[in-house]
C-alpha cells in the first residue's frame, strides 16, 4: 500500500513566484491535512479537509495561500506570490474517519524562497 | 479548544536506559485519540502508538509504552532500553471525536541517546 506522496521533495524559486505543492493521499482516507514545520514555530496546522471540503483554514497565514482538494486522491497548496519567510517543510498527512485512525504523513516538501 | 503540552524541550538518556517524555493535554470531550510520533533527523513523521481514552490498558508497542493517567489528562511515552536510533523529535497528538478529526500537535520533544 502506497503511501502519502508529496511532490516536489524540494523547491528552490525566487520571492514574488507562485509554488504549488502537490499531495496524494492514501487510497480510502477521508480527511487530508497540510502541516507547515519550522524551527522557529514548530509543526503548525494550515488546513484540513474531510470528504475533500474544507473545514477548518484558519491556520492558512494569509491570503497567499490557497489549498484545494478537487477529488478524493489530490490536493494542492499553492503560495502566490511566495515570500522568504515561507521558507519551511510542508507536510500532507491524511487519514481516515475513527479514533483509533492515525495521522500517515508524506515525506514533506522543503521550500525555499529566496 | 484542544491543546498538547509538552514541557521538555530537550532530554537525554544513557543507551540501554528507559525515559520517560511528558505529555499533557486539554480538551473538554470525553472522546478523544491519543498518538505520539518520531521524527527523526531524515525528517520523516513516524507513528509510534496509540490510546483511546476509553482504553483501560495502557498501550503498548513494543519498546515504547503509554502512561495513560486520564484523571490528570497525561499520556506520558515510555521507551525501553534505549537506542542509538531513538534519537529524535517525539510529538505527542491528539485526535478530538468530532466531525473532521481535528488532530493537534504539541511542540515536540528533542530526545538524545549516549553511548
Known amino acids: 500500500d502506497a503511501g502519502v506522496i508529496q511532490s516536489p521533495r524540494h523547491e528552490v524559486t525566487e520571492m514574488g513566484q507562485e509554488v504549488t505543492l502537490r499531495c496524494k493521499p492514501i487510497?480510502?482516507?477521508?480527511?487530508l491535512f497540510w502541516y507547515r514545520q519550522t524551527m522557529m514555530r514548530g509543526l503548525e496546522l494550515l488546513i484540513y479537509f474531510n470528504n475533500n471540503v474544507p473545514i477548518d483554514d484558519s491556520g492558512m497565514p494569509e491570503d497567499r495561500f490557497s489549498a484545494k482538494m478537487p477529488n478524493a486522491s489530490f490536493s494542492t497548496l499553492k503560495i502566490q506570490p511566495s515570500e522568504p519567510r515561507d521558507s519551511a517543510v510542508y507536510f500532507c498527512?491524511?487519514?481516515?474517519?475513527?479514533?483509533?485512525?492515525?495521522?500517515?504523513f508524506g515525506n514533506g516538501t522543503r521550500l525555499t524562497v529566496t | 479548544a484542544q491543546k498538547i503540552t509538552q514541557t521538555q524541550p530537550g532530554m537525554f538518556v544513557q543507551e540501554k536506559e528507559a525515559v520517560t517524555l511528558d505529555c499533557t493535554y486539554d480538551t473538554s470531550d470525553q472522546s478523544y485519540g491519543l498518538f505520539w510520533y518520531k521524527q527523526p533527523s531524515s525528517g520523516e513523521m513516524i507513528f509510534l502508538i496509540y490510546?483511546?481514552?476509553?482504553?483501560?490498558q495502557n498501550a503498548t508497542e513494543g519498546r515504547y509504552s503509554l502512561n495513560f493517567q486520564k484523571a490528570r489528562k497525561s499520556a506520558n511515552l515510555v521507551i525501553s532500553a534505549s537506542q542509538l536510533g531513538d534519537s529524535a523529535m517525539y510529538f505527542c497528538?491528539?485526535?478530538?471525536?468530532?466531525?473532521?478529526?481535528?488532530?493537534?500537535f504539541g511542540p515536540g520533544t528533542r530526545l538524545s541517546v549516549l553511548p
Open positions: 498527512a491524511s487519514t481516515r474517519d475513527g479514533l483509533n485512525s492515525p495521522l500517515h
Open positions: 487510497s480510502g482516507h477521508n480527511s
Open positions: 490510546q483511546g481514552s476509553y482504553d483501560e
Open positions: 497528538a491528539m485526535s478530538p471525536d468530532n466531525y473532521g478529526q481535528n488532530f493537534v
